[in-house]
């Protein structure tokens, strides 16, 4: 993590095993996830601290922990320690007293990102980055003080520390964000490290055998000309069926290789040979046609990791707000976590496909369904009956014909940009339609989250899905920026589904069963709480058939300090 930026610190999550009983972490605090009457941006079911800047997480064994950067005394980036908090679900979680706090040498201004492995005989092990005396940027390692503990509430930092310094040209302060490590069949740990090594973003190689001493390999793991430092990179094995853990390589498998950069979340997907250490990729980061993210708005610093109980791989992410660093000071707190995602590897073995996980449905309350709906050109129809400032809504469409489809023009080939030229109050054939969240009921406040098809040339179509915040606020002092992704669907064979998460003032979408998505975080002055609504549009001369829409009001996830005994999710 950079210093002068006010950018995330990569996530991991990490399991653990039985009850939970723990002292206050923060016994002034009240459940303050949401407070409608003074905090109307305070998000219901998604996860942030009671107070201040946050951004990550990391993992463990059988109950969930969330480990996180923090600031414990301002709304802004600084000071940042790891704090610590625990669930059953991902869903409704407890604060503990912070993991590690900047003390040491080797940490003194920072203790940044890092990521949890498992070693054998399910013992623990932290890496992270920390900022010394001299501000350079050093891995270090920790191990929780007493292994029985079933929350892992104190941790210890290796006296060896630092296990790996900025030598040998690396820039001191390009050196960051260490992975989960894996096991190759020679038994010997590997894990990458972002960096910059001659204009290249670079993902360096270490190894060990024993986790304390480790060698920096000759050649990285990958480098690219095309990017700048990576922040917070990901390696992970991956599969069209279920999760893999991180140490499986086998024929089944493909290997994911995310960094951060641009401010984004990229991808690319490849094979990776232990015996070399070499990754084979067809197409590398920011190739021309190639454009994978995991999400196309606001998400940035993601972690994956691997959920053994449940056979699955989770995604999670920092969002950071849009407001300014003024109003984040006001409202006394900055910055949220994605609902965690499930990942896999698409049928087609091109990109990879993201979906909420399944217990954020327990949250569901008060469902209305609408089936075989027409929606003519150029109206609106609105969901009744719903919390439309806290909804999880599942909709798909039917067309009776794609004939009338407007010519893609070859240059449009930047997703945002056509977006923001073909907004949802620009007419066209088939599209704009989808969803207006968030809205007034006189709609001078709305976001829309929408799509639009072409044909091209050759006749095949082409599904552009547009989240448009223009609209989204009264207030002129918000990022209004528009976000936009082509949908890798065959709107011929398949009907064209989008569910949003809306959370007060977050709106994740997922387009084409998770194939695309998009995060905004919006700030209306009207549609708040009660004055927000929900609506079904459609801004094509075409109409459109609302095959089925289910939408649920969500209540809140319980986000509460361990002072309080908790309710039936943590006895």
């Not at 001369?541 to 005994?565: F, H, Y």
């Amino acid at each position: 993590m950079e210093i002068s930026a006010i950018w995330a610190v990569g996530l991991c999550l990490f399991l653990a095993r039985h009850g939970i009983e723990a002292e206050a972490s923060y016994p002034s605090c009240r459940n303050l996830q949401s407070n409608p009457t003074e905090q109307p941006y305070r998000t219901a079911y998604h996860f942030q601290p009671p107070k201040n800047w946050m951004n990550g997480p990391m993992y463990y064994n059988g109950v969930y922990h969330l480990f996180y950067q923090y600031n414990p005394y301002a709304a802004v980036w600084g000071n940042i320690t790891w704090a610590h908090s625990i669930s059953y679900d991902l869903v409704n979680w407890v604060h503990l007293d912070h993991a590690l706090n900047p003390t040491d040498p080797f940490d003194i201004n920072g203790c940044w990102t890092g990521s949890a492995t498992i070693l054998p005989g399910e013992e623990p092990v932290i890496i992270y980055t920390g900022a010394d005396t001299q501000n350079r940027q050093v891995q270090n390692m920790a191990v929780p003080k007493n292994i029985s503990d079933p929350l892992l509430r104190e941790w210890i930092k290796s006296p060896r520390n630092p296990l790996m310094s900025p030598t040998n040209g690396i820039d001191a302060n390009n050196f960051r964000d260490p992975t989960t490590a894996w096991q190759g069949p020679d038994k010997v740990w590997r894990i990458i490290v972002g960096s910059l090594i001659n204009d290249h973003g670079t993902a360096l190689l270490y190894r060990s055998r024993d986790f304390v001493n480790w060698t920096k390999s000759q050649t990285p793991l990958h480098s690219s000309n095309k990017t700048g430092m990576w922040e917070c990179p990901d390696f992970y094995p991956v599969s069209t069926r279920t999760g893999v853990e991180t140490s499986v390589q086998n024929a089944d498998t493909q290997h994911v290789l995310k960094a951060s950069f641009n401010g984004n979340d990229y991808y690319i997907i490849g094979k990776y040979v232990p015996e070399t250490d070499t990754y084979l990729v067809e197409t590398d980061f920011l190739d021309a046609g190639s454009d994978l993210r995991y999400d196309y708005g606001e998400f940035y610093a993601s972690k994956t990791f691997f959920d053994a109980a449940k056979k699955r791989r989770i995604l999670w992410a920092w969002i950071q707000e849009s407001d300014s660093s003024s109003a984040d000071i006001e409202k006394g707190w900055s910055g949220l976590q994605s609902i965690p995602r499930s990942v896999l590897l698409d049928q087609t073995g091109r990109q990879l496909v993201q979906w909420p996980i399944k217990e954020i449905e327990e949250l569901r309350e008060n469902q209305v369904t609408l089936l075989n709906k027409e929606v003519r050109g150029g109206s609106v129809l609105e969901v009744p009956g719903i919390t439309a400032s806290q909804v999880d809504v599942e909709v798909s469409f039917d067309f009776p014909h794609f004939k009338e489809a407007e010519v893609l023009d070859p240059s449009w080939v930047d997703p945002q940009l056509l977006c923001t030229q073909k907004n949802a109050s620009v007419k066209g054939s088939i599209g704009p339609f989808g969803l207006l969240v968030l809205a007034s009921k006189d709609l001078t406040e709305q976001t829309a989250i929408f799509f639009h098809i072409f044909k091209t040339h050759n006749k095949k179509y082409v599904v552009l899905m547009c989240s448009d915040q223009s609209r989204s606020s009264v207030r002129q002092d918000v990022d209004k920026t528009s976000y936009g992704a082509f949908v890798d669907i065959d709107p011929l064979r398949e009907k064209i589904s989008l569910r949003g998460l809306i959370d007060h003032s977050i709106v994740e979408s997922f387009g084409g069963e998770g194939r695309s998505c998009i995060t905004a975080r919006v700030y209306p002055e009207l549609a708040i709480n009660k004055e927000a609504h929900l609506y079904v549009f459609n801004n094509g001369t075409q109409s459109v058939k609302i095959s089925r829409l289910d939408a649920w009001s969500m209540k809140k996830a319980e986000i509460v300090p361990t002072n309080r005994r908790r309710n039936s999710h943590f006895n």
